[in-house]
DNA sequence: TCCGTTGGGTTACGCGCAGTAGGTTACGTA
DNA sequence: TACGTAACCTACTGCGCGTAACCCAACGGA
């Protein structure tokens, strides 16, 4: 360590000194920024952390990227552009409705099962902050959600109590998206937007799948 | 300006000297900071600016909230249990579940059309990050659902626009907070959480109205 | 072969904010 | 009136940010 006077180049992807083509360089600093932003959320990612696992000295990072959320943005744009692709190809070509939700949704969920964290950094909107204040956040939103599906569960009392669960996260993102859209469209009245939300709501309520008796009441248990 | 020597005790909410108790001055460093969080976002929120505007020296900020986090949470908590009271109160004694979505969804967008800037702060999501980042995060979102609702449209063209654009985002909402609380709960399987998901899509797509016929194409144009 | 130019890179500085250690003053109470 | 404690402050250390000013290897004419 403690590289001093630029007596060893550590040759970056075969580029003799330190000197990289412009273009190789925003790539590597890109995947590092990834990384780092992943680990420690953006609000303790330090600018000086990134140059120094990229051995480069901070002015590199505004030549390329203008600002700290200019890398942010860069970041975000390329995770985000990969996932939709894929989840755009994914529903693109489906032969029905049915099938493309249901498609859509798969390639959806195996994004996040695949790599979790990095989905967080773009869809999650958590790892914006660090990562005991985001846990702490999401404490917050599961207590009104419980409460959802409290009143839920009084007006559905068989319902799949997993299924009720899902419903009022499902419910409670919904509503947060389009009280964020509507903050963007504010010419649309209240009135047609709870109507949007309500379909919304009202259908996947009536959906919701009863439990299965539990069959296992009282009998033997498996030893 | 330019308070210099404790000269002039500016007696805060009426009482003497800076000297105040301790309940009360964490009341009013609340409602301070809230208000500068908003305005701010929580990265570019500085406890020195709190500080400065509460006439109080720093160490009062670590001594009440621990930390930064501490005191960002402190607001989160207030206003969320403020919002999810009147919330969850509108949804409880409804006669049915057909009236507890309606008058719960009501509650929550009337919340958002009172005082949007704080709903943001909590619900929103966004106002972690300064102005301008937040809204080009924003776009962002609205890239991926605008192509969700261009693939709707391929399977519903006659359905309304608006529709079609509030299912997309909700969806999209739904399908980040189920992501997230995946997340939380891993032990559930892929599919279990796709087939509520799409439990949740399907339904609401089935429910979109369509568009009302344009009954002014081709009319005399009103003067 | 020399020389200007350009592209990739650096050192160094000033600033402001975060936390904390240790001291000070008002207030209640015996 | 003397003491403990609650409220508050000054001052210090340290770090990361963003920028100005400079450096130097390579390349392409003339």
Redesign the pocket.
Known sequence: MAV???SAPER?GG?????????V?EQQLLELAERLFIESGYGA???????REA?????????HF????GLYLACLRRVRAEFENTLINAARDAPDAEAAIRQGADAFFTIIERDPRRWSLVYGGLSELGGTLADQIYELRTDTIDRISAITTRFAPHADREAVTAHAHAVSGAGEQMGRWWLHNPDIPRERIVDHFCTFARMSFLQLPMAEPDLTAGSVPAS
Chains 1, 2 share one sequence.
């Open positions: 001093s006077k630029r970056v580029f003799k000194h330190g000197r990289v083509p412009r273009a360089r990612f330090s600018i000086e952390d990134l140059c051995g480069v000295s901070r002015p590199i990072i505004y030549d203008g600002s700290r959320d």
